[in-house]
């Protein structure tokens, strides 16, 4: 959630999923599935190469034109 105005009800975790995070909740050897605006696939998809993530291990999908 990176949109979310300090007035939301919203108590989750805020912020841009970063490799940090991703070491903080994905198990050993995930699958990775990425959906959404193809800047958002590519920049994922650049986290999970620098933390050197097999490529068979990211499956991706891009959603255009919102």
């Known amino acids: 959630m990176t949109d979310v ?3 939301s009800e919203w108590n989750g975790r805020r912020g841009r999923i970063d490799a940090a995070m991703v070491r903080e909740f994905a198990p ?3 699958v990775f599935y ?6 958002m696939v590519e920049a994922m998809g650049g986290i999970l ?3 050197n993530i097999d490529e ?3 499956k ?3 959603f ?3």
């Open 34 to 39: 990425i959906c959404g605006p193809p800047a």
């Open 56 to 58: 068979e291990s990211v």
């Open 28 to 30: 050993e050897s995930p």
């Open 49 to 51: 190469k620098s933390m």
């Open 64 to 66: 255009v034109g919102y």
């Open 5 to 7: 105005g300090e007035e």
């Open 60 to 62: 991706t999908e891009e």
